[in-house]
């Protein structure tokens, strides 16, 4: 299936448009393996960053993991929004209020995981001064319990429950790519459900199958056929090439 918005585009233009959504379905999620991978590291002799002094004690012992999974972590949550826009662009009409629906909350849920990450500065600059103390750790507490941004990490929460598994059914509906390659994606927000619980392993379990899932979801996309490509030229049948992709009759 064509995106008829190519159409409007020079033939150069879209070809740019969608490699730069194929790129970022393939880093994106790669992206999040080396943020997760870093944090279960920086981790496996114990400690995590649940609470301010937990979140100091880790950048006081690993703060060059701490800075690391921080800056991958919010990279890839900022190509997940591009990366999400070539899902839908895949899905088109074929399943298409469950794509917008995933799509909007993927999106959105990602938007919130670039703010949560940014914060891990905080830590990294206490650290840095030697300002490690609990009443520092409080003080990171109560800037991450109040109302003006809890609503942020609730969103994150909810986008990333449900947003990615109805990005998966909607392209299981259509049949536009593998089972398993939906099935990929929707394991991603399954094993959030371990994750939320503590359990790291299964946020590297499922970044992975994530990227294994916008792997195949990059190919077919890269694979689409443009309406830029097409010359501008009435069909054997009398209807411009443009018209034919939209499904209308010319009379």
């Known amino acids: 299936m064509t995106s ?33 991978a870093a944090g279960l590291w ?3 002799n114990g400690g995590n960053d649940s609470s301010g002094a937990g979140a100091l004690a880790l950048a006081a012992a690993h703060p060059g993991l701490d800075r690391f999974a921080m800056v991958t972590a919010m990279l890839g949550s900022l190509l997940m929004v591009p990366a999400v826009i070539g899902v839908m ?17 993927t999106a959105a849920a990602y938007i919130c995981y670039f703010a949560m990450n940014s914060g891990d500065r905080f830590p990294l600059a206490m650290m840095a001064r030697g300002d490690t103390g609990p009443e520092y750790g409080k003080i990171i507490d109560a800037s991450l319990n109040g109302a003006s941004v809890v609503w942020y990490f609730l969103l994150f929460a ?7 598994f109805l990005l998966g059914l909607a392209l299981r509906r259509g049949r536009l790519v593998a089972w398993w390659a939906a099935a990929a994606v929707m394991a991603w927000s399954i094993l959030k459900v371990p994750e939320f619980m503590g359990l790291r392993v299964a946020e590297i379990l499922g970044s992975v199958l ?8 990059a190919r077919t996309l890269s694979r689409q056929p443009l309406l830029a490509d097409a010359e501008a030229q009435i069909g054997e049948h009398g209807q411009h090439p443009a018209v034919v992709s939209l499904g209308v009759e010319q009379s």
């Open 4 to 36: 008829s918005s190519d159409a409007l585009w020079p033939p150069r233009t879209a070809r740019a448009r969608r490699l730069g959504l194929v790129v970022a379905l393939i880093v994106a999620p790669w992206l999040f393996v080396l943020a997760n």
């Open 42 to 44: 920086e981790s496996r």
């Open 89 to 105: 662009r895949l899905i088109g009409f074929r399943a298409a209020w469950l794509g917008l629906i995933g799509g909007v909350l």
């Open 158 to 164: 909810v986008g990333s429950l449900v947003g990615t």
């Open 210 to 217: 994530l990227a294994i899932g916008f792997a195949v979801i």
